[in-house]
């Protein structure tokens, strides 16, 4: 019996690891895409869409090993809510990587050489920087079953959703600089979403450990 139960830890255990190393692939995924704003490196972006299929595989490859450890053992109580946990998070990853995706598709609409505004610009990198930071928060959160290190400046997020509406409104009026401004409305919501993401995964800390669910924060609006 103790051996039995010494291999069903380690089996969630093993879930549990395999889902916070998808969580630092789609941390990586939002650092690349940002690079590649910033840059507007095309075949950055290309490889950000490559290796989606990475974490696509880690949602299946989390989602097998929980059914197994369901299907296997009938986890209760605390277990149980650790199984719970994982699925939704690694949906959340999975959606978090999604949104790099279609930030990394906008990126070549824009033309090789796009006129681009260096104020706007500011604005969504900012944003991407804070929609990281929620994505790296919500994982350290998780390891140390703790949401105190999960503070998002929520009203500076706020501050540069409503910014990017105004500076893409602003830009000149050539055509090429107004197309890329709304590809980078665009990626803001994009960066909107994955902070929403990584707040959820974090809300899932308190389920863990006691059961209760804990709003951290009201959303994270984006524009």
Known sequence: M????????????????????????????????????EDHDPWLAQAVVADDVVLDRAYVQVNDCVVRVIATQAPVAGDLRMVTALLEAIRCIERIG?????????IPLCGQEPSRDPALL?????MGRIARSCAAAAREAFVLRSVDSFAPDRDEFSRLGHETLRQAIAV??????????????????AFG????NGRAIAELVPFVVSGTRRELAPALHAV
Not at 22 to 27: D, E, F, G, I, P
């Open 2 to 37: 103790l051996e039995t139960r010494h291999q069903f830890i380690e089996t969630l255990r093993g879930c549990e690891r395999e889902t916070l190393d998808a969580l630092s692939l789609a941390t990586r995924a939002v650092d690349l895409v940002l690079v590649a704003i």
């Open 98 to 106: 999604d949104q790099c995706v279609n930030i990394a598709k906008l």
């Open 122 to 126: 500011a604005v969504i990198v900012g």
């Open 172 to 189: 000149s009026d050539d055509r090429d600089t107004r197309e890329w401004a709304m590809c980078m409305v665009l990626a803001a919501r």
């Open 193 to 196: 979403r994955i902070a929403e």
